[in-house]
């Protein structure tokens, strides 16, 4: 199936428009990644537990939201947005959303 997030695929004319489909994940960072997060914010650098973290998020919501879409019968999903929004009494957890809308071509 073909995700993107351009509004056309220049090589399939949309011959049909499912619907919107999405997937959303929430995922927590443990106290040893904040830890050493919190070091790299002191001294500099990349968290790369954090971009870890960030990377399984998105590609379980856009596996949903795939998902979604062959349920619907789509042959690509078009226009895809990612979202990235931190939740929780202190922002200990990630959340990451993907939509687009199902099309066959």
């Known amino acids: 199936m073909i995700l993107t997030t351009t509004n056309t695929l220049e090589t399939h004319p949309v011959k049909e428009y499912l619907g919107i489909v999405?997937?959303?994940?929430?995922?927590?960072a443990n106290i040893f990644k904040d830890f050493f997060a919190g070091i790299r914010d002191i001294v500099g650098g990349r968290?790369?537990?954090?971009?870890?973290?960030?990377?399984?998020?998105?590609?379980?919501?856009?596996?949903?939201?795939q998902e979604e879409a062959q349920k619907l019968g789509a042959s690509a999903v078009i226009g895809i947005d990612l979202d990235y929004e931190t939740v929780g009494a202190k922002g200990g957890m990630l959340m990451v959303t993907a939509s687009g809308t199902a099309i066959k071509f």
């Open 22 to 28: 999405t997937g959303e994940t929430i995922i927590g």
């Open 47 to 65: 968290s790369g537990s954090y971009e870890k973290v960030l990377r399984e998020a998105k590609e379980i919501a856009l596996k949903e939201m």
